[in-house]
């Protein structure tokens, strides 16, 4: 993996051009010269104050590849010794290594290590720290007193205490560039050994490479590939960011690289003939590829590739890489992405489908009750002014409150899950909007209330209510796991009615597009619905949908979740316990319920029914489900079990009542929500 530097050569302070009459004495970095008097003209120098850094020089990204430190053998195997310091001293050598425009992009764990295993030595006035021309064998960074730069004879400057010096020649394996003098006061640097800064650079470029194996492993396309070819590619990858709505790819430009998404999202959309506007074609997340089409057919790019909120990281290849070592997997030479049959089939104008809603402002919308408070703010019934009948739920979110709690990706990622979600089992998102102190989502409105004030009303459902329930939670999710999403907040209160009867997945803040073969490690959901691998922070995927669905049932059934006690401290000890320590509420729950329950609550994600070969289908097939009308319920033929009366599309009897809003939050300005 490399990133590239580029070096100006007016990088560096030349103010000081004064001339030396000195003597040259010959030692290694660090030896106390007696004189100096030392003559400066030397051999081997680069021409004036310009860095010479020849392309083989480059630096690799972070800092000395494995490759050059086993070609000296001088990095292996070697203990790497730590000084005790205080802690000005400490940050005097880690704020002088950022500062250092060669060293700033070390891993901060590198940074870490460099502080601890650098030395103090002091140096006379009159002496050489450092000698042009010479072999390097050590890093410094100054500590006290006053030092000059000195090169082909001439003073080009000085420096003073918390500069790092003398990693040129340390960095790209080349002579001194430059001398370093002590010409006044005696002074005192932090050093560090050549091999010892080398075996920390390898340390972590090694456990760097092995990531980046370890990732490429469980990228499906490269599935079958040796651990050797691998490594090759993980050697000559390169790490490229794009930021939100950046074209990676534009249709008909040419093309010499290969990606891998290494994490975000990209959409791909293609111009079809006689449209104007691209069509999207579909998404790309972690582990998926791209850009083989160029490399392998022509030279032109066949459709485009467009980075997603928050941005995308990809490894790319180049087009040799790509030829010898991607190239011939049949999956790549046999890839059909169905273009004959779009191109020759392109959806009439008349069947495209168009933005619902995309015509309402947010001044079109007036207030008609308050539907419900969520943490960041309320959710209104709202009446389009043109036509009362048509009526949304417009989720108002106080921004200042959002950006206070961090929260702006996961409304991100909310905004642009629901908005790309379109399901019957889910609730949809048409439009956003917003103004100065909120972001605003218009939602379709389900007036049929939540499932969980129902479930407080009555205490538990009986088995047919549950499994519709269930059956219509199932639909989502399966809509959901095709597409890669996975929704990690399932509950009672997460599930509303429509004026049907049918149930509708809403709040999508903690889902997340994650693909099929990766996981995710940041803590969320609900802690009686957490699964045991959130809580031992194993990583996690899909597999919790599936575990949130075993305790739904479980609550439906029963009027409680399984796993419940006074704080989450405690409910995380009993979900760590197992699902077979638990005693179901039997004339609540049957056995052949509590056999899908425990099939759904496995410790073992790998273990879950829905996770395995079968998919979501095994569940469907469960006894449970015996006889139920999957078919119906998709074509919404299946009388609903809970019909909750709504008389109109204002009617907001099926929802608590709330007061009016008296806390008003301040301007929040600074632009996060520009995409909204
Ligand atoms: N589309 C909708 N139609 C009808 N009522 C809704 C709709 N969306 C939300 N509500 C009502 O508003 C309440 C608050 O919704 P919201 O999604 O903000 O709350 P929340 O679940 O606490 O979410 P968050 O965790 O984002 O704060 C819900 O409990 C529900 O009663
Ligand atoms: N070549 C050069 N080196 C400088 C300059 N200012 C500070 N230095 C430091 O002087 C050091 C001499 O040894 P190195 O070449 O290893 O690394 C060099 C830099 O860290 C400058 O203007 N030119
Ligand atoms: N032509 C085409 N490319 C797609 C499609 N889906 C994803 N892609 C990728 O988008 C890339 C655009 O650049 P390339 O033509 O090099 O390679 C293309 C494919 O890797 C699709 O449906 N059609």
Redesign the pocket.
């Known amino acids: 993996m490399s990133l590239k530097i580029f070096v100006s050569s007016d990088q560096y302070n030349m103010q000081h051009q004064s001339v030396l009459q000195q003597t040259t004495t010959f030692g290694q970095d660090g030896d106390i010269l007696t004189s100096i008097q030392a003559q400066h003209a030397m051999a081997n120098r680069a021409p004036q104050g310009q860095l010479s850094l020849s392309n083989s020089c480059l630096p690799k990204k972070q800092g000395v590849s494995a490759e050059s430190s086993d070609a000296t053998g001088e990095a292996r195997d070697i203990t790497i010794p730590k000084y005790d310091k205080d802690f000005r001293s400490k940050q005097l050598i880690k704020d002088a290594i950022m500062d250092n425009d060669f060293l700033k992009n070390l891993d901060t764990s590198q940074v870490r290590e460099m502080v601890d295993s650098m030395y103090s030595k002091e140096f006379t006035a009159g002496s050489l720290v450092v000698r042009e021309g010479q072999a390097g064998i050590h890093l410094f960074v100054s500590a006290e007193g006053d030092f000059e730069v000195i090169k082909g004879g001439k003073v080009l400057g000085h420096m003073g205490p918390g500069k790092a010096f003398g990693e040129l020649a340390i960095l790209y394996n080349c002579t001194r560039t430059a001398s370093i003098g002590v010409p006044v006061t005696d002074t005192k640097v932090w050093m560090l050994d050549r091999k010892v800064f080398q075996q920390i650079m390898m340390r972590t470029g090694l456990q760097r490479l092995q990531d980046n194996i370890n990732f490429l492993k469980s990228v499906p396309l490269l599935h079958n590939l040796s651990n050797d070819v691998l490594a090759k590619i993980a050697d000559v990858l390169e790490v490229e960011f794009y930021s939100a709505g950046a074209y990676i790819i534009r249709q008909g430009a040419s093309g010499d690289s290969f990606f891998i998404i290494s994490s975000g999202s990209v959409k791909v959309t293609q111009r079809l003939p006689g449209r104007l506007e691209e069509e999207e074609i579909r998404i790309l997340q972690r582990g998926d590829y791209f850009g083989e089409q160029a490399l392998l057919k022509e030279d032109c790019r066949t459709a485009s590739v467009i980075a997603l909120h928050p941005g995308v990281e990809c490894l790319t290849l180049d087009r040799d890489s790509f030829n010898q070592l991607i190239g011939d997997l049949s999956e790549i030479k046999e890839k059909d992405y169905g273009d004959e049959e779009r191109l020759k089939n392109p959806p009439c104008a008349q069947f495209v489908e168009q933005p619902e809603y995309d015509y309402i402002k947010l001044d079109d919308l007036e207030v008609v009750a308050t ?9 209104e ?1 709202v009446q389009y002014t043109q036509d009362s009948s048509l009526t949304f ?1 417009l ?1 108002c ?1 106080k921004k200042q409150h959002i950006v206070d709690t961090q929260q702006q990706e996961h409304v991100y990622s ?1 905004r642009n899950i629901m908005m790309s979600c379109k399901s019957p089992f889910i ?1 949809r998102l048409y439009q956003t909007f917003r103004d100065s102190k909120y972001v605003y989502m218009l ?5 049929g ?2 499932v ?1 004030t129902i479930l407080r009303d009555r205490g538990c459902f009986d088995d047919h209510t549950t499994r519709f329930i269930v059956a219509c939670v199932i639909e989502a999710f399966d809509y959901l796991h095709t597409r890669g999403i996975i929704y990690r ?1 399932l509950k009672p ?2 599930l ?1 009615l429509d004026s049907s009867g049918y149930v ?1 997945l ?2 999508f ?1 903690f889902s997340k597009r994650l693909g099929y073969s990766s996981k995710t490690w940041t803590f969320c959901g609900t802690p009686e619905y957490v699964a045991p691998e959130t809580i031992l922070n194993r990583g996690h995927d899909r597999a919790v949908d599936y575990w949130a669905l075993g305790i739904l049932m479980h609550e439906l059934l029963a009027g409680n979740p399984p796993f419940t006690a006074s704080d989450p401290m405690k409910t995380y000890n009993l979900i760590l316990k197992g699902i077979d320590k638990i005693d179901f509420a039997k004339h609540n729950i049957g056995r052949t319920a509590q056999s899908l329950i425990k099939k759904l609550c496995r410790d073992a994600p790998s273990e879950r029914l829905g996770y395995q070969r079968g998919g979501i289908q095994d569940i469907k097939k469960h006894k449970w489900f015996q006889g139920f009308d999957w078919d119906g319920l998709v074509a919404r033929t299946l009388p609903a079990p809970i019909q909750q009366p709504v008389r109109g599309p204002c009617d907001t009897s099926n ?1 608590d009542c709330f007061g009016k809003d008296s806390d008003i939050p301040q301007d929040e300005l600074s632009n996060w929500d520009v995409n909204f």
Do not use: P
Request: one cysteine or more; hydrophobic letters at 45%.
């Open positions: 539907l419900g408070i969520g943490g960041f703010g309320r959710v019934l739920a989720k979110l909310e609730c939602l379709e409105a389900c007036l209330g939540e969980w907040d209160e997460n509303l509708k809403v709040d803040g929802f």
